[in-house]
Each structure stands twice: as structure tokens, then as C-alpha cells.
T-cell receptor, first 112, second 116 residues
């Protein structure tokens, strides 16, 4: 089975801190995605990547950046965490073509 | 812009009941449809994947159908159990748009509660 592993289930960070959320997939998928999920707003795409060192903005990229130095790893970076970035963050991966997405178990981030 | 709508937003049923969750979409040019389950505070678990050329998929007590002509998909759960309580999301993979690659578009989800 494809596995997408997010390094932390729960994180608590202070306002202004630099935060790294890590995601690793083990099935050689080309595509990787970061979403955030908030009550009443559903899942919103932050950034995605189709290849190593490539990145594209999703619907809500402001306040975030990403890094993909290796095919299996996709990192989401909050340069200066703010309270409005408190959310559930979900990583996903997929192959090119019409196959499905596989999601990680999520990271619940609280910024205080 | 593609839109995906799920109804109802919430559903509560007694154990053993058969039930149907609905999902509608506005653009029939899809690559595939995926149904996910999400337990509180957890990630998304893929339940069923239907390719554009297929009409339905089955896994155990679950059956998902796709009707592109009417812009609808349904998830049928037979003999529901309390362990089925979760939020169910449908998601469509549409072809790339001019300014973005192919991306998954989600419905808002249906929160299902199965009462013992």
C-alpha cells in the first residue's frame, strides 16, 4: 500500500516562529500536495509540486512556502506563524494520470 | 470553475439501515471520482475510485456510481454500522485548466452518524 507519512500529528507553535511540516511518500509518486482544512471552508489547496524542485501555488499560498528537494519529500514552511494558520494540514500524493490521491494522517497545528 | 456539491450535509440513521450519499458536479469532463472517509481529527482514507470510463465500483458494503450525463455520483452503504460514522467526501479530478494543472476538487462532505 502507498503510504504518505506526516511527521507530526499535533504541533503547538508560538506566533512568529518558523514552522516546518514534513511529508514523505514511499511509492515514487510524481505529484505531491499540501491542503489545509477548516470547519465550514472544506479542504483548500495551498501548494503542489509535479516534480523535484518544482512548485506551484494553489488557492491560498499566502504566508506559506514549500520545498521539494527529493521526490519523496514535500515540506510546507510557515515563515512566520500566525494564529490564523491554526488548522489541520493534510499532505497527499499521486501519480500522473487518472489514478487516485493518497492522503497522510494529517497534522493539527495550533499557533498561540 | 468546477463545482462539487454534497447533500445532505449531515445524516443520522439507525444501525442496519441502507443509505445513499449524493454528490453532484458541474463539469462532466472528469478524469476520475474518488470517495473518501474522514474520522474526526484524522486524515482522508480512500474508499473507492471510479475512472471516467467506468460506471460504478464496489468494495464490501460500499458501492459508488458515476453518471456523467446527469452530473451525479452516489455512495451506497448497505447495512450501516456504528463504525461507519464519519464524514464522507467526494472529490473529482478534472483536466488541467489554462493556469493550473490537474487538481482534485472536493465537496463539502456529509457527516454520517449511525446510531446503535
Amino acid at each position: 500500500d502507498v503510504k504518505v507519512t506526516q511527521s507530526s500529528r499535533y504541533l503547538v507553535k508560538r506566533t512568529g516562529e518558523k514552522v516546518f511540516l514534513e511529508c514523505v511518500q514511499d511509492m515514487d509518486h510524481e505529484n505531491m500536495f499540501w491542503y489545509r482544512q477548516d470547519p465550514g471552508l472544506g479542504l483548500r489547496l495551498i501548494y503542489f509540486s509535479y516534480d523535484v524542485k518544482m512548485k506551484e501555488k494553489g488557492d491560498i499560498p499566502e504566508g506559506y512556502s514549500v520545498s521539494r528537494e527529493k521526490k519523496e519529500r514535500f515540506s510546507l514552511i510557515l515563515e512566520s506563524a500566525s494564529t490564523n494558520q491554526t488548522s489541520m494540514y493534510l499532505c497527499a500524493s499521486s501519480l500522473w494520470g487518472p489514478d487516485g490521491y493518497t492522503f497522510g494522517s494529517g497534522t493539527r497545528l495550533t499557533v498561540v | 470553475k468546477q463545482e462539487v456539491t454534497q447533500i445532505p450535509a449531515a445524516l443520522s440513521v439507525p444501525e442496519g439501515e441502507n443509505l445513499v450519499l449524493n454528490c453532484s458536479f458541474t463539469d462532466s469532463a472528469i478524469y476520475n471520482l474518488q470517495w473518501f472517509r474522514q474520522d474526526p481529527g484524522k486524515g482522508l482514507t480512500s474508499l473507492l475510485l471510479i475512472q471516467s470510463s467506468q460506471r460504478e465500483q464496489t468494495s464490501g458494503r460500499l458501492n459508488a456510481s458515476l453518471d456523467k450525463s446527469s452530473g451525479r455520483s452516489t455512495l451506497y452503504i448497505a447495512a450501516s454500522q456504528p463504525g461507519d460514522s464519519a464524514t464522507y467526501l467526494c472529490a473529482f479530478l478534472f483536466p488541467p485548466e489554462e493556469t493550473s494543472g490537474s487538481r482534485l476538487t472536493f465537496g463539502e462532505g456529509t457527516q454520517l452518524t449511525v446510531n446503535p
